[in-house]
């Protein structure tokens, strides 16, 4: 921003240089005698280089004469303010599309899943059902336990979209089944012949598998795709008072 200061001390000098009246540069200029006031006494925070252009031609002088800046950085001021306004005609246009509105797809949400039953007598374990765009048809939702994915922004009480089946790539977060009988959310990392599921808190310590043992101990039910949070509202007793 340009010292609105310089630019009035700057403005007096070459009037009385030039032997013009605030008012005689106010008509030259194509400006208001108040504009131009605000400007010499530093009553706004910022000029647009088209004023000053029209100062400059007023004044038969030079934009730089004006601001005492170079001109190579005036006229990167004015290929910047030439860009803001392309940039603020082209939000002018689009703030009259239409937003596109997906269709919404109720998923079910269950709660802990018990071990060793298969997947279609879930159904009578549904606590809720929450509706996601574009959700895959087999899409499912669980409800997050604890602390251990805190790190890659999955809270405690969260809701995570789980797709069971498909690819799982190195380092996608999963639903693993370990034993049988153990269900956890983790990081699913492939390293050295290892297998790790790695927590994303640093109060946890990953669990480790040789690729032998996650064959016979370590089944994956899926692949977390989203988060769906809840937000909570303050109690009746929490409201603040004016």
């Known amino acids: 921003m340009i010292e609105m200061e310089k630019i009035g001390k700057n403005l007096i000098e070459l009037m009385e240089k030039k032997g ?10 194509g400006i208001t005698q108040r504009q131009l006031w605000n400007i010499i006494h530093g009553k706004v925070k910022d000029v647009r280089y088209e004023t000053l252009q029209k100062l400059a031609r007023g004044l038969e002088v030079k934009v ?67 509706n996601i765009p574009d959700a895959p048809d087999n899409a499912f939702a669980l409800k997050v336990s604890g602390d251990s994915m805190i790190g890659a922004g999955i809270e405690d009480g969260d809701i995570v979209i789980i797709v069971p089946g498909g690819d799982v790539f190195n380092g996608d977060i999963v639903i693993a089944l370990i034993d049988g009988s153990e269900f956890t959310l983790k990081r699913l990392i492939k390293q050295d012949n290892m297998v790790i599921l790695q927590p994303a808190n640093d109060n946890y310590k990953p669990i480790l598998f040789t690729e032998e043992q996650a064959r016979e101990r370590l089944q994956i039910l899926g692949v977390m795709i989203g988060i769906y949070r809840k937000i909570k509202r303050a109690r009746s007793s929490d409201i603040l008072q004016n």
């Open 20 to 29: 013009i009246s605030q008012i005689e540069l106010s008509r030259k200029a």
């Open 64 to 130: 730089s004469d004006i601001t005492g800046e170079t001109e190579e950085i005036q006229r990167e001021k004015k290929l910047i303010e030439s860009q803001k306004e392309k940039i603020k005609r082209f939000l002018d246009q689009i703030t009259e599309i239409e937003p596109v509105h997906k269709p919404l797809k109720p998923i079910p949400v269950y709660g802990r899943i018990p071990a060793g039953r298969p997947r279609e007598t879930w159904n009578e374990l549904v606590e809720d059902y929450i």
